[in-house]
């Protein structure tokens, strides 16, 4: 194809801050994923299930698998026979399959449906 309308524009390239980890290689963007990281992964932090022997290393994740393998919490779409476990899927299900919601890349040409 023919770039020359492209030509005269940049494309900009986000630059996230980076927080590394003292004790390993990891890298977050966000100082709560360094802290969530060196919880879980190096200081012990981890949090019990309290009916079966699941162990997580962040209160989130706990709250999921309790919600959804021990409470069967279902997000029902209400359009089709769709069902999630979690509310955000079933946003981006609702977006992509009945809204007609495109996610194009910021760094090429691609564009995906959820």
Known sequence: GDDSANSGKKKKIKKFRQYPCDQCDYIATQSGNLKRHKDGKHDGVIYH?????????????????????????????????????????????????????????????????H
Do not use: F, N, W
């Open 49 to 113: 299930c309290h009916v079966c022997d699941y162990i997580a290393t962040h209160p989130g994740s706990l709250k999921y698998h309790v919600e959804s393998k021990h409470e069967g919490l279902r997000y029902p779409c209400d359009q089709c026979d769709y069902m999630s476990t979690r509310s955000h899927d079933l946003r981006r299900h609702k977006e992509s399959r009945h809204e007609g919601v495109k996610y194009p890349c910021d760094q090429c040409e691609y564009i995906a449906t």
